[in-house]
Nanobody
Framework: QVQLVESGGGLVQPGGSLRLSCAASRSDISVNIMGWYRQAPGKERELVASVTSNGYTNYADSVKARFTISSDKGKNMVYLQMNSLKPEDTAVYYC?????????????WGRGTQVTVSS
């Protein structure tokens, strides 16, 4: 299987920006979709944004026009540029990948990176 390692979280003031990165530990996989989810205290994990292997993107309504997801297919990496951050964006952000190895489909998660938006 694959390890997904997130980086780029931290503390930022409202209105600020952060860029999250996620790297897959193997390059010999065929990625179907990569995405970012988040989970705030006391809430369920929710989709933030995703990108398919052919470049189709999907965003939660709450982050549209503020967040941008992108990927580097050759490196099996996915990024999340977060602008105009709000306190309600505070959460642990998890990277997710659905991928194929020799005909078997896998769905893996990273350990998460904390994003805190506060003045």
């Amino acid at each position: 299987q694959v390890q997904l390692v997130e980086s780029g979280g931290g503390l930022v003031q409202p209105g600020g920006s952060l860029r999250l990165s996620c790297a897959a530990s193997r390059s010999d996989i065929s990625v179907n979709i990569m995405g970012w989810y988040r989970q705030a205290p006391g809430k369920e994990r929710e989709l933030v944004a995703s990108v398919t292997s052919n470049g189709y993107t999907n965003y939660a309504d709450s982050v549209k026009a503020r967040f941008t997801i992108s990927s580097d297919k050759g490196k099996n990496m996915v990024y999340l540029q977060m602008n105009s951050l709000k306190p309600e964006d505070t959460a642990v952000y998890y990277c997710n990948a659905v991928y194929n190895i020799r005909g078997h489909l896998y769905n893996d998660w990273g350990r998460g990176t904390q994003v805190t938006v506060s003045s």
